[in-house]
């Protein structure tokens, strides 16, 4: 039975990089077997929060729980999938072989190898140098390391950029059956048109939570079209609210 309790609490994050302070008291949940998107521009704190999910992220003040545990805590390590935004594979070793180091790091079966490579849709790649393969390809390298073993929340950061549209939309249907598997995703972007396959979306600003609901709440809550416009109505928003 999947626990009632969120994948993710936090409370009041804050984060101080180079003297000034990056996350300004951010405070969410995440329920468990949900999509939910981290959307904003380039440069407002996405990669942060995810590095803060992950327990890689050194911390001001404020409480990230995860899976029921302290983030970045050592019995986390194997419950958890982390994409980051520039791949983490090694660009000497083919695609194969990236795979089964890292599923021996993370104890996963080997049968998981070809499982987590057709999912990406790099079958004709297996035996190909990730050092050769093209951007997009890379980036789905980099993903299949993700998927490896059974993590209960996947932390992806920017993890279609660079991909075109028919392979993004696979993605999005892999992100779907995964959370209909009971899976956690939290996936972080800055294209407005993917912000629609979510449950639900935080939208950020320079280091703040400007709203937090499902994509279809968001465009009634400001009477807007679509999310672009919506976004753009709650930074107006923001902008006319007393400090």
Excluded at 157 to 170: A, K, N, Q
Excluded at 179 to 193: Q, Y
Aim: charged residues 25%; neutral net charge.
């Amino acid at each position: 039975m999947m626990s009632s309790s969120p994948a993710v609490r936090v409370r009041d994050l804050r984060v101080v990089r180079g003297g000034r302070e990056v996350l300004h008291g951010l405070s969410f949940d995440v329920p468990r077997g949900r999509v939910v998107g981290l959307l904003g521009p380039s440069g407002c704190g996405k990669t942060t929060v995810m590095r803060a999910l992950v327990g890689v992220q050194i911390v001001r003040s404020g409480q990230v729980t995860v899976l029921g545990e302290e983030a970045g805590s050592p019995g986390l390590r194997d419950r958890v999938g982390y994409a980051t935004q520039a791949p983490a594979v090694y660009g000497d070793l083919t695609v194969a072989e990236n795979l089964r180091y890292f599923a021996s790091v993370l104890r996963a079966p080997r049968g998981d190898v070809d499982r987590v490579i057709e999912e990406v849709g790099l079958t004709g790649n297996r035996d190909q140098p990730v050092g050769t393969l093209s951007g997009g390809q890379h980036s789905r390298a980099n993903l299949a390391v993700a998927l490896l073993g059974s993590p209960e929340l996947l932390v992806l950061d920017e993890p279609t950029v660079g991909l075109d549209p028919v392979l993004r939309r696979e993605l999005w249907t892999l992100f779907r059956e995964l959370a209909g598997r009971g899976v956690t995703l939290v996936v972080s972007s800055h294209v407005m048109d993917e912000a629609g396959r979510t449950d639900r979306l935080l939208l950020m600003r320079e280091g703040r939570i400007l709203a937090d609901g499902a994509p279809a709440e968001l465009r009634e809550r400001t009477g807007a079209a679509d999310l672009e416009e919506a976004f753009l109505r709650l930074i107006d928003e923001t902008a006319g609210s007393p400090a």
